[in-house]
């Protein structure tokens, strides 16, 4: 089966401070690609990383970037200088190439995150 | 410019009423989808499709059926619309099965049964 799970359900950081989500997951497939969406207080979901699985590189963008462990299953993300405007809830996802199910993506269930000043 | 609409945004609704949410699309993308989220459960797939005049069951599509008439266009129909299926709805687009499955969504459309 294919899963995604993030345990923490809420986290509330300091201004400027850096800050790990975590992300584990669970696929028979040998090629997949990682995603983490934001989505805010407004409701809007915006994607905002990505990481393929072939890639032994870490992705990085702007003060995003992600700690993938592929042999933990795992795809963490890392805000570093964390603002008042990074406060949202955060969904880390998976899509599957092979094993049928198509071009799907499988949503955790999310983590707020509140940076305080 | 928004690439995915929904409409409408919001709606209250009577139980055993039918209830239609519709999305377009203009980013030319070949795969639309229907997702539900609850707080808690995150983001739930109901139906997707990758082609007009198709669809396909995700994984909650119990109660719900979808429409695909043309490649911008995707409807969520609940022919008979219960209080469990108050949620907030986001229609999403993505490309081919060649390219990554990131998806671009809608604004999501809030709705009520009473």
């Known amino acids: 089966a294919q899963k995604v799970t993030q345990t923490q359900t809420s986290i509330s950081v300091m201004e400027k401070t850096t800050v790990t989500m975590d992300c584990v997951y669970e696929?028979?497939?040998?090629?997949?690609?990682l995603f983490w969406y934001k989505q805010t207080a407004s409701g809007e979901i915006v994607f905002l990383i990505r990481?393929?699985?072939?890639?032994?590189e870490n992705a990085t963008v702007g003060h995003y970037s992600l700690n993938f462990q592929k042999p933990k299953s795992s795809i963490g993300l890392i805000i570093t200088a964390t603002q008042i405007e990074d406060s949202a809830v955060y969904f880390c996802?998976?899509?599957?190439?092979?094993?049928?199910?198509?071009?799907?993506?499988?949503f955790g269930t999310g983590t707020l995150l509140s940076v305080k000043p | 410019e928004a690439a995915v609409t929904q409409s409408p945004r919001s709606k209250v609704a009577v139980t055993g009423g039918k209830v239609t949410l519709s999305c377009h699309q203009t980013?030319?993308?070949?795969?639309m989808y229907w997702y539900r989220q609850d707080t808690g459960h995150g983001l739930r797939l109901i139906h997707y499709?990758?082609?007009?005049?198709?669809?396909e069951k995700g994984d909650i599509p119990d109660g719900y059926k979808a429409s695909r008439p043309s490649q911008e266009n995707f409807s969520l129909i609940l022919e008979l619309a219960s209080l469990s299926q108050t949620a907030v709805y986001f229609c999403?687009?993505?490309?081919?099965?060649?390219?990554?499955?990131?998806?671009?969504f809608g604004e999501g459309s809030k709705l009520t049964v009473l």
């Open positions: 999403a687009s993505s490309a081919g099965t060649g390219g990554t499955g990131q998806l671009y």
């Open positions: 696929t028979q497939d040998s090629s997949y690609f």
């Open positions: 990481q393929d699985s072939y890639k032994k």
């Open positions: 996802a998976m899509r599957t190439i092979y094993g049928g199910s198509g071009n799907k993506l499988i």
């Open positions: 980013n030319n993308h070949d795969y």
């Open positions: 499709s990758y082609v007009a005049d198709s669809t």
